[in-house]
């Protein structure tokens, strides 16, 4: 069980504390990474501790360790005047795995998964495998968690995290980028497919090509052939001239498939026919097309169930699945979330604010580390996307001036309503429509019309990328409500307000797409898709 080897540091450590608690990465080991810190361009620092790991302590103070980027060697210590120089140990728990944390007699506040630590506490294996956050002071927090000894250089690809699940998800951008097959990317919603998709396009040998995106999900029955394969002169109805599909304009680049799992049986039999003969066949017409393209294909489906239950194919799966990338969750890239959080941050509000005086920080402290440690012990539902929404809130709530009771009720309740409106929906693999969710959390929220300003409004619409039901779920208040809001915002625009010429021009500069025409337009997607059929114009 105490097998010795050598860590990349050249001393003798116990493998078996990196093998029991991480088994499917060996060489990880107890680290420590700078969660919240008062200058935003040390969030993401970090610190192996291999002693750890060989029965040796290891403390914890305003001096010491020295912490560093990723691959880079400037090490500093947290150096924030407000912890003391008397240290906090951590040292090997009795269970293999565990660590205890020991205060001794340093004055420095100490809060541990949100409990404060009097003396010494000890966590076991796996609660150190999930992360242990650590608020010192109540200004820095840490993340215990094991972290790799010698990080491993990969391009970014666009892609913020230094997480070990992020930096597999990047080798896998850069081993399936290479090569000339079909991809297919399956994973929670909100986890960032639609970015790896363009990742794989943009690191291939189709770079230079075009690259067309589509959702299927958004694709009705009646059009989702012609859309994709295109359509002679007269094949239907007001088709007054030839239309080229998705396929077609691929020609020579990438289309990505997004939402396959929604894909019709009778449209999945024509893609299966095109993945396996390069050639498609438009509507109407009794000729093929030859056409050179790569496909990536991505749901958060499970498709396994859908062939079980006859709603997809199982050759095309095969087809898609050339080369697989699951995307992680942002459960398993716990590290990533206050990297991802000042990332947003920062663009909203640039250089990290300080303003003395303000209500929601301590000594100029933004974000107080009470809210990184909430937000890093929650478990995302909604992934990286959930995340973003919540941090545009955060902005708002900064410019407000918005008071610290006031902050934390905000916060409660967007992680809960969040979360909730998650579960009605049966998690991210199962989500639901505008209409199936019109009875869910968000009608049963309690804000009302009054404490929700424009400002708020229109940022919960953008940061919900204008669905409904996940902006009232967002705003903590009832569909009727928001319809109310809408109505009342003069900087709001409504689907039902659009010209015929603007709803078509969007339609054609987002290759059909209702969803990302809705974002150009900055409407709901379901009151245009209403206002698409009132002009007669699918």
């Not at 001096?63 to 003391?84: I, K, V």
Request: with cysteine; aromatic share 4%.
């Amino acid at each position: 069980m105490t097998d010795d080897s050598l860590d990349p540091t050249g001393q003798t450590t116990r493998t078996t504390w990196k093998d029991t608690v991480n088994p499917d990465n060996s060489l990880r080991v107890p680290g420590l990474v700078i969660a919240g810190h008062h200058d935003w361009q040390r969030v993401g620092e970090e610190i192996a501790l291999p002693q750890l790991a060989s029965g040796s302590t290891v403390i914890v103070s305003r001096q010491e360790p020295a912490f560093a980027m990723p691959r880079e060697e400037r090490f500093r210590p947290l150096g924030d005047a407000y912890l003391s120089r008397r240290p906090i140990q951590l040292c090997p728990g009795s269970e293999l795995g565990s660590i205890t944390i020991d205060r001794l007699d340093s004055p420095t506040t100490l809060l541990a998964n949100g409990q404060e630590v009097q003396r010494a506490h000890t966590f076991s294996a796996e609660e150190v495998t999930r992360g242990v956050v650590l608020v010192l002071g109540r200004r820095v927090t840490l993340l215990l968690q094991p972290v790799d000894p010698v990080p491993v250089s990969i391009p970014h690809f666009g892609l913020v995290g230094e997480s070990a699940a992020a930096l597999r998800l990047r080798q896998d951008i850069a081993s399936a980028g290479k090569l000339n097959i079909p991809v297919l990317l399956r994973g929670e919603t909100g986890t960032g497919k639609e970015i790896v998709a363009r990742a794989l396009h943009d690191v291939g040998t189709r770079r230079h090509g075009p690259y067309r995106t589509v959702s299927l999900a958004a694709l009705p029955a009646s059009l989702a052939a012609a859309e994709l394969f295109g359509a002679v002169r007269g094949a239907y109805t007001g088709a007054e001239r030839r239309k080229v599909g998705f396929f077609e304009s691929a020609r020579g680049g990438t289309l990505f498939l997004d939402e396959v799992g929604e894909a019709p049986v009778e449209v999945q039999v024509m893609l299966l026919r095109a993945l396996e003969t390069s050639e498609i066949q438009p509507l109407g017409s009794v000729d093929t097309v030859s056409v050179d393209v790569r496909v990536i294909a991505a749901t958060d489906a499970r498709l396994e169930s859908l062939i079980a239950d006859g709603r997809f194919r199982a050759p095309l799966l095969h087809r898609l699945a050339g080369f697989e990338i699951h995307l992680p969750n942002l459960r398993q890239r716990r590290d990533d979330v206050a990297r991802l959080l000042i990332h947003f941050l920062r663009q909203e509000l640039g250089p990290p604010p300080i303003h003395e005086g303000h209500d929601a920080q301590q000594d100029g402290l933004w974000p107080p580390a009470w809210l990184t440690s909430r937000l890093l012990a929650f478990d995302w539902p909604g992934n990286v996307r959930q995340l973003r929404n919540v941090s545009r809130r955060l902005t708002i709530a900064y410019r407000e001036h918005m008071s610290d009771p006031s902050l934390h009720q905000l916060v409660e309740r967007l992680l809960v309503t969040r979360s909730q409106a998650a579960s009605t929906s049966g998690g991210a693999e199962s989500p639901r429509t505008d209409q199936e969710n019109a009875d869910g959390p968000s009608s049963r929220a309690s804000r009302k019309l009054i404490d929700v300003s424009e400002a708020e409004l229109l940022a919960a619409l953008e940061g919900n990328r204008w669905q409904l039901t996940s902006t009232a779920a967002a705003l903590g208040v009832s569909r009727s409500t928001l319809y109310r809001l809408i109505e009342d915002a003069p900087s709001v625009r409504k689907a039902s307000e659009l010209h015929a010429d603007e709803v078509a021009s969007a339609l054609k500069d987002a290759g059909g797409s209702v969803n990302k025409a809705a974002l150009a337009l900055r409407v709901s997607p379901q009151g245009l898709k209403r206002k698409i059929r009132s002009l007669d114009l699918s």
